[in-house]
């Protein structure tokens, strides 16, 4: 499977789930998050970009995130997950063609309606982490997700636990 076979099916998914099937209430918090694939040279190969958050943050210290935030009043989805992913890891807004969008998640801790951008980087370069946010730039290989080994239950809160 080549990386371009990779993202035709994702396209293809990501056309059966409208960005618009499930929008954040007009009153909500909004944000958005870039999700971002590296093509690799490996056969079908990809990385996504994630970061791993400060520890002194008050909204989800230390945990693994893609770059992302709140939503500026009259902004889009689009240009907050790319405005985002430039300040917390220099990303070039022009390096990425947006190949769609997820439907918008309730986060509860941080009471945010969450939307995922996704995006290929077509044009990687350095990237450099926003020290007072971003602790560590990480590109993770997308078929390693996949194995089995890497997932455990994961503690929430004293309420329940998740696979991470």
Known sequence: MSFQDL?????????TLPADSID???????GAVLLL???TDD?????????RRQAHLSSHPGQISFPGGRV???????AAALREADEEVGLEPSSVEVVGRLPAFYIPPSRFWMSAVVGVWRDPHPLRAAEDEV????H???FSLR????WRAVPLSAAGSTWA
């Open 37 to 39: 694939l590296e093509p």
């Open 140 to 142: 993770v290989d997308i």
């Open 147 to 150: 194995e089995e080994e890497r």
């Open 72 to 78: 500026d009043p009259g902004e889009s989805v689009v």
């Open 24 to 30: 954040a209430p007009v009153t909500a918090r909004r």
């Open 135 to 138: 602790a560590e730039i990480l």
């Open 7 to 15: 993202l035709d099916e994702l396209q293809r998914g990501l056309a």
């Open 43 to 51: 056969e079908g190969g990809a990385r996504i970009l994630y970061t």
